[in-house]
């Protein structure tokens, strides 16, 4: 096979290769990673109820501390950050466990899906993803959920999925600084979310700094 041909080839295969994956159920993504179910939210299960009514509960006290003093970030789409803070408070004031989960090798990690576990009857855990979306931007199509495998991933159990989301608004501005607070909230149930795959590229340092790439360089001390 000539270099032209193998050439053309490759680009057709990874050209197919980067094609991205659309509307893949999360359930069924998640139990291909971490080998654990994602249990759907049965609406005659009392256990399930009740753990439905903690999470009101949580999510109206998570407005009440948010609005307190408001988060200051220079823009909205950074607010989610501070979310999980509020959240985790209001589980501690309700006597309630919470905490960032813990991998397969038993390490607390507080990137990556999902933001937290935690429990409120029973000893049984679930697992709690913090979003932050204003009114302007709920029904587009930006992306705002991200899930990426991992070696040491953060399911570790089976359990429902909730995601707790906050609207928020611009309540003032405070020197360079908006002030954001939260005007409700929605719970949601991820069993049934569709998620799509887009692929990367990517290297690293080594590959990146190797001598054949390097045009110029100079030390100045």
């Known amino acids: ?105 038993g390490k607390k990690k507080s990137t990556g899906y999902p933001d937290l576990e935690f429990c409120v009857l029973d000893n049984k855990w679930h697992y709690l993803e913090c979003k932050s979306y204003n009114i302007k931007n709920k029904s587009t199509s930006m992306r705002t959920f991200y899930l990426s495998p991992s070696k040491d991933f953060k399911i570790t159990h089976s359990g429902i999925h909730f995601i707790l989301c906050f609207e928020i608004y611009q309540d003032h501005k405070e020197e360079d600084f908006n002030v954001y607070k939260t005007k409700g909230w929605k719970i949601l149930d991820a069993y049934n979310l569709d998620i799509d795959l887009k692929y990367e590229f990517n290297s690293d340092n080594r590959r990146l700094y190797k001598p054949e790439l390097i045009l110029a360089e100079e030390n100045i001390q």
């Open 1 to 105: 096979m000539g270099n032209d041909e193998y050439t053309k080839k490759l680009e057709m295969a990874i050209q197919e290769f980067i094609k991205p994956l659309k509307n893949l159920p999360f359930h069924l993504i998640i139990n291909i990673l971490s080998g654990y179910e994602v249990e759907k939210f049965n609406p005659d299960d009392s256990n399930h109820k009740k753990t439905l009514e903690a999470l009101k509960a949580i999510a109206r006290l998570s407005c009440q501390l948010i609005n307190k003093k408001g988060i200051k970030r220079k823009r909205a789409n950074e607010v989610g950050n501070d979310i999980e803070k509020y959240v985790i408070q209001a589980f501690r004031k309700c006597n309630y466990k919470a905490d960032k989960p813990s991998t397969s090798q």
